[in-house]
Antibody, heavy 115, light 109 residues
Framework: EVELVESGGGLVQPGGSLRLSCVASGLTFSSYWMTWVRQAPGKGLEWVANINQGASAKYYVASVRGRFTISRDNAKNSLYLQMNSLRADDTAVYYC????????WGQGTLVTVSS | QAVVTQEPSLTVSPGGTVTLTCDSSTGAVTSGHYPYWFLQKPGQVPTTLIYDATNKYSWTPARFSGSLLGGKAALTLSGAQPEDEAVYYCLLRYSSGWVFGGGTKLTVL
């Protein structure tokens, strides 16, 4: 059974930093693109970033480009999202996704940016 | 950045048929946008229903089907069930990344 478990969310002040992690099991992690999607409270889904199998290709939504960095460690079956210069509108549940066709979702981790 | 537009809300009768659409601000939606459809029920993690416009997963109920229709991606629900009441999101691929639509709240009533 495939499982994606996110962690690292929490309360952070505007301008602060946070690093999210997603640990995958039940699949060959190194074979798949990995993606972060977020959902602000009461709002829709927003695609944030993705990374290819070898970490040579990374894409970001315009609103986080230059502030967020996606990375992965295939030896640890882990995906990361380093979030810097956080703003109130970054407040959301952050999900990691995997699979050939966005098959699998994690349960999400809540990031709250507030003073 | 491209804008992806969905109907904000739709209502379908139990047993009825409804089509949700997904439009792109850059022009016609094509197979090159690799359209996806997701379903999210209140308080739950989204699940993926359709990939590459028309393909289903093993867990996708047979009453759901995807297509490209009139320059848009479309999700058709035939024989709506009360448990299909949810928000449905489409996702399209662009050269710079992917963009979700705003979601369609489907009511089965």
């Amino acid at each position: 059974e495939v499982e994606l478990v996110e962690s690292g969310g929490g309360l952070v002040q505007p301008g602060g930093s946070l690093r999210l992690s997603c640990v995958a099991s039940g699949l060959t992690f190194s074979s798949y693109w990995m993606t972060w999607v977020r959902q602000a409270p009461g709002k829709g889904l927003e695609w944030v970033a993705n990374i290819n199998q070898g970490a040579s290709a990374k894409y970001y939504v315009a609103s986080v480009r230059g502030r967020f960095t996606i990375s992965r460690d295939n030896a640890k079956n882990s995906l990361y999202l380093q979030m810097n210069s956080l703003r109130a509108d970054d407040t959301a549940v952050y999900y990691c996704l995997s699979g050939t066709y966005y098959d699998y979702w994690g349960q999400g981790t809540l990031v709250t940016v507030s003073s | 950045q491209a804008v992806v537009t969905q109907e904000p809300s739709l209502t379908v009768s139990p047993g009825g048929t409804v089509t949700l659409t997904c439009d792109s601000s850059t022009g016609a939606v094509t197979s090159g946008h690799y359209p996806y459809w997701f379903l999210q029920k209140p308080g739950q993690v989204p699940t993926t229903l359709i990939y590459d416009a028309t393909n289903k997963y093993s867990w996708t109920p047979a009453r759901f089907s995807g297509s490209l229709l009139g320059g848009k991606a479309a999700l058709t629900l035939s024989g709506a069930q009360p448990e299909d009441e949810a928000v449905y999101y489409c996702l399209l691929r662009y050269s710079s990344g992917w963009v979700f639509g705003g979601g369609t709240k489907l009511t089965v009533l």
